[in-house]
T-cell receptor, first 114, second 113 residues
Framework: GDSVTQMEGPVTLSEEAFLTINCTYTATGYPSLFWYVQYPGEGLQLLLKATKADDKGSNKGFEATYRKETTSFHLEKGSVQVSDSAVYFCALSDTGQGAQKLVFGQGTRLTINP | EAGVAQSPRYKIIEKRQSVAFWCNPISGHATLYWYQQILGQGPKLLIQFQNNGVVDDSQLPKDRFSAERLKGVDSTLKIQPAKLEDSAVYLC???????????FGPGTRLTVT
């Protein structure tokens, strides 16, 4: 079945550092890919998405490019802030499946120190 | 626009007891999802409704879990009887229009002792 694998956390960085959180996927069809973020005490929020190969999703300074050849969707940000501290989830939705459900990775906890 | 509402936010019960969670989706959202998120893992879909019909309940433990969505709006998820391994956060999400644009509620944290 479909699956998503994220780099293990926790990840701790200093403010203004460069961030990469790796995400790879396995899918039988043509999935859409997503990054969700969960800030402390809040629900999951969609951060960015890409619906086809070579698409780049971006939001709030974060970017991720849909790489079909490497089945990856790595999250990057050039200069992180303390406010980016949260748990980040990579997810896919395989449009080939009728229910179009989201399959999530295990999450990566990010802590940014001032 | 009001977000997805869930209640209660926290619940502690003993094993073999029953518990119910409530979700009110964003107004006009036809699709409603219940997810289970065990500590340290990503959310796992339990059940998906389209209006008041079930689209996918393949990962719902039907011997103890049940869910309904009367009138295609609010939904309740019930566990009876609860087991220790049911300790998790139960997330409700809804969507409309854009496929896959799911909006999540804050979740209900269940602790089974």
């Amino acid at each position: 079945g479909d699956s998503v694998t994220q780099m293990e956390g926790p990840v701790t960085l200093s403010e203004e550092a460069f961030l990469t959180i790796n995400c790879t996927y396995t899918a039988t069809g043509y999935p859409s890919l997503f990054w969700y973020v969960q800030y402390p005490g809040e629900g999951l929020q969609l951060l960015l998405k890409a619906t086809k190969a070579d698409d780049k999703g971006s939001n709030k300074g974060f970017e991720a490019t849909y790489r079909k050849e490497t089945t990856s969707f790595h999250l990057e940000k050039g200069s992180v802030q303390v406010s980016d501290s949260a748990v980040y989830f990579c997810a896919l939705s395989d449009t080939g499946q009728g229910a179009q459900k989201l399959v999530f990775g295990q999450g990566t906890r990010l802590t940014i120190n001032p | 626009e009001a977000g997805v509402a869930q209640s209660p936010r926290y619940k502690i019960i003993e094993k073999r007891q029953s518990v119910a969670f409530w979700c009110n989706p964003i107004s006009g959202h036809a699709t409603l999802y219940w997810y289970q998120q065990i500590l340290g893992q990503g959310p796992k879909l339990l059940i998906q409704f389209q209006n008041n019909g079930v689209v996918d309940d393949s990962q719902l433990p039907k011997d103890r879990f049940s869910a309904e969505r009367l009138k295609g709006v609010d939904s309740t998820l019930k566990i009876q009887p609860a087991k220790l391994e049911d300790s998790a956060v139960y997330l409700c999400a809804s969507s409309f229009g854009l496929p896959h644009e799911q909006y999540f509620g804050p979740g209900t944290r269940l602790t089974v002792t």
